[in-house]
């Protein structure tokens, strides 16, 4: 039972435009919600996170959005650079129980910015 | 950013050979995780230890072991390694204690690409 996914195995975009990636989870319990990069060979590296009291962070190029009702967060990068072609995890953390401080990871999305 | 360190990098061995892979991290991080990655898939856990010797099984199932006898160490081992074994192995901090706070960002190593042959 995944209870993270990205149903976009992948994703193509322009320099310059804007990338959309999106992330829907089933587990309400989920309250803080994390976007890491990835490099082939590399481990993630942390983008981006947001707690479900909020509903948008912005860190320069990187917005990510939080909808709770609909169980539904995204990551807007604007403008796309060729050098944000990687491979995007959203990832959540539920608090409390057996599930303190685990990360749950999506599939994972490939991003290619074309020049 | 961060300082976690993974050896090797890269890991190629015989079926029924007995590895350890390195994690190191020199924050003073009490939680550290492992994490496994096939291509395409989703990473999954372990492992994880919230400190000195403290250890847990994580979600996935793996016939790995884990220790943690210092803070700063966490090695995996395999006793008998095996093609299905071979994965990318990922070791993982974070810096939040036992309180919760929303702060739990974790710091990933560079990973350890296992082809066990």
């Known amino acids: 039972d995944q209870q993270v996914k990205q149903n976009s195995p992948s994703l193509s975009v322009q320099e310059g435009r804007i990338s959309i990636l999106n992330c829907d989870y089933t587990n309400s319990m989920f309250d803080y919600f994390l976007w890491y990069k990835k490099y082939p060979a590399e481990g993630p590296t942390f983008l981006i996170s947001?707690?479900?009291?909020?509903d948008k962070n912005e860190d320069g190029r990187f917005t990510v959005f939080l909808n709770k009702s609909a169980k539904h967060l995204s990551l807007h990068i604007v403008p796309s650079q060729p050098g944000d072609s990687a491979v995007y995890f959203c990832?959540?953390?539920?608090?409390?129980?057996?599930?303190?401080?685990?990360?749950?990871f999506g599939q994972g999305t490939i991003l290619t910015v074309h020049p | 950013e961060a300082d976690i360190y993974q050896t090797p990098r890269y890991l190629v061995i015989g079926t029924g050979k007995k590895i350890t892979l390195e994690c190191s991290q020199t924050?003073?991080?009490?939680?550290m995780y492992w994490y496994q990655q096939d291509p395409g898939m989703e990473l999954h856990l372990i492992h994880y230890?919230?400190?000195?010797?403290?250890?847990e099984k994580g979600d996935l199932s793996s016939e790995s072991t884990v220790s943690r006898i210092r803070t700063e160490h966490f090695p995996l081992t395999l006793e008998s390694a095996r093609p299905s074994h071979t994965s990318q192995y990922l070791c993982a901090s974070s810096e939040a204690n036992q309180v919760r706070t929303t702060n739990e960002k974790l710091f990933f190593g560079s990973g350890t690409q296992l082809s066990v042959l």
């Open positions: 990832a959540a953390s539920a608090a409390g129980g057996t599930s303190y401080g685990k990360l749950t």
């Open positions: 947001i707690s479900s009291i909020k």
């Open positions: 924050m003073g991080h009490d939680k």
């Open positions: 230890s919230y400190g000195v010797n403290s250890t």
